[in-house]
């Protein structure tokens, strides 16, 4: 059973990341990855992590993604454009790419001490993780909520009308 | 096969992770849309992520998913910024090619 | 003996008031720099006689030297060599101290008078007191390197001072001949230093004594070569034969300096090392008969050359190079007291005569040519006396000083079987020719009419006529304390840090005769000059008519610094301007800046393709560059060892 699960949504995070590079137009690119981050909402349920699944839902598959799609609406991104490529990431990217594939892979099948996930080896509750989260890393948690406060402010400053137009003489440093 | 009984190898999850950062790599090179780029990353964050409670789950480490927490956290406030910056350089430049925004000064 | 000398102080108050007035004089009222200035070496002065005093007791207590203070802070300490600041006084640095601190202190009182109307007073004093400061320092050193400082010292102070009235063109370069001239001495010193450390080890003087005297049978060898460089720097210092053309020149400077630093001090520094290093010169024959050969050829050479000069600043000059070859005369033949009791007396006729010179060109205006002078004994009376008492002594007069410490080296050289006896007949000629050259002096400044009548000579004030008067009494009464067999007290006091020389006067019938030789042969030479300038004033120049290759050899000084231009120094300059100038600046240094200019822009021009702002090939050097530390970090690379860095580090951290 918990191979079949596997075997299925191992299947839909492969098939969406492959989508994703594939399409042309932003917003398939972006269901794709919706489809990717549910599946490993469920992968992640497997491994005993009920929080975390339901967080990656709810934050990731329900926030970003979201606000990447009205991003893609907002700025009415259509098909990519053929542009002059480069050759640098042909020529030594995918090799790049190959090689740490390749390096991962082996030690991954290489190493001796994996064992099996089964799920009746621990599930996570809620508990145990907010036990540790609020007594030792109680500061790191604060922290976040700090960063958090941080980029609203950066991104509304970034966002806001008038930044970033071309030809607004205020924004603009010419030496004159 | 005993596998289907006992479990998925631990192995396995972790291929599906390096598999999945590569590709997110790959999409990092490949992709021309400046979105699609970005999107990219978070894959690439993700596949970490999975790694992450993977090994959480085999070391019996709550530390491990504290982390992906954290990582989400950040994953979140970084995608809201890195979209207000896109929206900010679409302003300037009028165009979401990856090969046309080669200049610093905006 | 109890209680301390403060010797340390002797040449540290010279140096307080180089610092004062050099920072403050041009600030400070004109009485309180002449104050500061005499007040240091006064006072250096009297810790000097406080030293002679405590160690000579009432009676011949002279057994408590030799005194030794050191700086407990040491030097240099490094491996296995030790350099401390140490002072040593013993007899001959006492000597050296009495001299230097008593007719330097003599010389500050005269310049107040003398160079009371100069610009740049305080500058002056300063100088000299920076003077004080290094001579004492190099007399009072207890090892080589200190020394050496000392000596470099005075050399600094000579061209500071020589060069005094720097706006005078010839002035500026006679500093820098002074200077140069004395630097190719200095290292002949040095590298005689680097022997010596490597030889003996240390450069202690002490040390180097005991270590040659517990082994007589070392001579020669390296000892002869250690020998000939501090030579080198001897000639260098004390303007012997190659290396005194700067001597001449240095008459630039104000007359007084050239009493303290050309006559008195500075120059007799060559005679003091090798006086101090005489143990090591003892185990070196042939550079004892080098030093030898030097002096005596120095003193005649020079004697030949003052003949027929005309400035009377020359005249003595010369006359200071040939006194100084008749002392390393004196060292050459082993009597090292001898040579060191007519640096002595030297000294006191020397800068009587100088100062009683500047004296005179202050009287008449500045005028230094002797054929424009005469006359002047009625209206200059006490410099009159006084530089006939300088003139009496160093012709060698009985009873001036002179006579006493040029016959015992003469009678000394004599005792050296043939080749001394040669060296004893150079030496009596040259004696010959200092009378003669000396009065010819006498008579042409002082004697019969005067010359240039439009000039109204008025007497200097009593603070240069002081001095002189004083001078003029040592230069009579100063010889006696070395009368008597064996240099007499003088000697037997001396000689405990020179060492007495074998076959001390074993024969007082030879002495008198020599003594009487050398008293006629001063009477000759006054006779000559009394026929050739106040008989027949005519004479001179038809003679040098008669002979007018000698004269002009004579008078362009045997042509020797053109010799040394054409043969040392354009050449080097050619060398400086095409080899170093145009090869190494230009080429190999030019072409070196050129060339890592060239590798910046080509790396630039290179490195400026890889910031092409296309993110996608940033991206792909990123993943790369991941790819590569992976690599690094997972795979096993066989020449390290068989499990990758990664699993390594990992032990490293868990401790394994």
Not at chain 2, 38 to 61: C, D, G, P, R
Not at chain 3, 320 to 331: D, E, H, P, R
């Amino acid at each position: 059973m918990h191979l079949i699960l596997f075997l299925l949504f191992a299947g839909f995070c492969l098939a969406g990341a492959i989508n994703l590079l594939l399409q042309s137009h932003p917003i398939n690119s972006a269901l794709s990855l919706i489809v990717v981050m549910t599946s490993l909402a469920v992968l992640y349920l497997l491994l005993g992590a009920e929080f975390l699944a339901a967080a990656q839902i709810i934050v990731y598959s329900g926030a970003i993604m979201v606000l990447f799609t009205f991003v893609v609406m907002l700025l009415n991104a259509g098909r990519e454009e053929r542009t002059m490529g480069s050759r640098a990431a042909r020529r030594v990217g995918f090799p790049a790419v190959v090689a740490i594939l390749a390096v991962l892979a082996t030690v991954i099948l290489r190493s001796q001490g994996f064992g099996i996930a089964a799920l009746s080896d621990g599930i996570t509750s809620t508990e145990d993780l907010s036990r540790v989260l609020f007594h030792e890393l109680l500061l790191p948690f604060e922290v976040t909520s700090v960063l958090i406060l941080i980029a609203i402010l950066g991104a509304v400053a970034l966002a806001r009308h008038g930044h970033g137009d071309p030809g607004r003489d205020s924004e603009r440093t010419d030496a004159k | 096969m005993n596998l289907f009984t006992q479990g998925v190898p631990i192995s396995w999850y972790l291929l599906l992770s390096a598999v999945l950062f590569s590709l997110g790599v790959l999409g990092f090179l490949i992709k021309r849309n400046l979105i699609t780029v970005f999107m990219s990353i978070e894959l690439m964050l993700n596949a970490v992520n999975l790694s992450f409670v993977t090994f959480a789950h085999q070391w019996h480490a709550v530390k491990g998913q504290i982390f992906v927490f954290f990582v989400m956290m950040v994953a979140a406030a970084e995608a809201a910024v890195g979209l207000a910056i896109i929206i900010a350089v679409f302003r300037a430049r009028a165009t979401l090619a990856v090969d046309r925004i080669d200049l610093m000064k905006l | 003996m109890t209680g301390t000398l403060y010797i340390w102080l002797i040449p540290l108050l010279p140096f307080a008031g180089f610092l004062l007035n050099g920072i403050l004089g041009t600030r400070l009222p004109k009485w309180l720099v002449t104050t500061v200035a005499l007040v240091a070496p006064l006072a250096s002065f009297a810790l000097v006689l406080n030293a002679a005093r405590s160690i000579f007791g009432i009676g011949p207590a002279f057994d408590s030297l030799p005194y030794i203070e050191t700086c407990p802070h040491p030097w240099i300490s490094i491996g296995a060599l030790h350099i401390d600041f140490s002072f040593v006084l013993d007899q001959l640095s006492l000597v050296m101290l009495l001299v230097i601190t008593g007719v330097g202190f003599l010389i500050h009182i005269y310049s107040v008078g003398y160079m009371g109307h100069e610009e740049g007073y305080a500058r002056y004093f300063s100088f000299l007191n920076l003077f004080l400061f290094f001579m004492t320092l190099l007399v009072l050193a207890g090892n080589a390197l200190l020394m050496f400082v000392g000596w470099e010292g005075v050399g600094l102070a000579s061209y500071l001072l020589i060069g005094f009235y720097f706006k005078k063109d010839s002035a500026a370069n006679a500093g820098k001949k002074a200077f140069i001239v004395n630097r190719i001495g200095d290292f002949g010193f040095l590298i005689g230093i680097f022997l010596l450390l490597t030889n003996f080890g240390t450069l202690t003087f002490s040390e180097i004594a005991a270590k040659l005297t517990a082994n007589p049978a070392w001579q020669g060898g390296v000892l002869t070569t250690i020998a000939l460089c501090l030579l080198l720097g001897a000639t260098g210092k004390s303007a012997q034969l190659p290396l005194y053309i700067w001597l001449p020149d240095a008459m630039e400077g104000p007359t007084p300096v050239s009493a303290l630093i050309h006559a008195a001090t500075m120059v007799t520094a060559g005679v003091y090392m090798i006086a101090r290093t005489h143990v090591l010169f003892d185990h070196a024959p042939f550079a004892l008969d080098t030093v030898a050969v030097i002096g005596a050829a120095t003193a005649l050479f020079a004697a030949t050359i003052g003949l027929v000069q005309n400035d009377i600043k020359r005249v003595l000059a010369y006359s200071t190079i040939s006194q100084l070859g008749y002392m390393f005369l004196g060292c050459g033949v082993a009597a090292y007291s001898a040579a060191i009791f007519h640096l002595v007396t030297h000294a006191f006729f020397k800068a009587l005569l100088f100062l009683a010179a500047g004296s005179v060109i202050h009287a008449i205006g500045g005028e230094q040519d002797l054929r424009k002078m005469g006359g002047l004994w009625r209206k200059l009376p006490i410099t009159f006396w006084t530089m006939t008492t300088a003139v009496l002594a160093i012709a060698g007069f009985f009873p001036f000083a002179g006579f006493f410490s040029k016959d015992a080296i003469l009678y000394a050289a004599y005792l050296q079987g043939p080749a001394g006896r040669a060296l004893w007949f150079v030496g009596l000629v040259t004696a010959l020719l200092t009378s003669f050259y000396m009065f010819r002096l006498w008579y042409l400044t002082f004697l019969g009419k005067s010359r240039s009548p439009e000039v109204h000579p008025h007497e200097s004030p009593w603070s240069m006529l002081g001095p002189l008067v004083i001078l003029a009494l040592l230069s009579i009464g100063g010889g006696w304390i070395g009368a008597g067999a064996g240099l007499g007290r003088f000697g037997s006091y001396l000689s405990l840090s020179t060492g007495a020389r074998a076959a001390e006067s074993t024969n007082p019938h030879l002495e008198l005769i020599l003594s009487i030789a050398a008293v006629a042969v001063a009477f000759a030479g006054w006779f000559i000059a009394d026929l050739l300038y106040r008989q027949k004033p005519a004479e001179p120049a038809q003679l040098a008519e008669a002979l007018p290759e000698a004269y002009k050899l004579l008078a362009n000084k045997y042509y020797v610094d053109e010799f040394y231009g054409a043969t040392v120094v354009k050449p080097l300059l050619g060398f400086s301007k095409y080899v170093l100038g145009w090869v190494v600046d230009f080429g190999i240094l030019g072409g070196l800046a050129w060339l890592l200019g060239g590798i910046a822009m080509l790396a630039g021009a290179i490195l400026q393709r890889w910031q092409s702002g296309n993110l996608r090939s940033y991206a792909a050097w990123l993943a790369a560059g991941a790819a590569a530390v992976l690599l690094f970090m997972l795979l096993p690379w066989p020449w390290t060892s068989p499990w990758p860095i990664s699993v390594q580090f990992i032990w490293k951290v868990m401790g394994r």
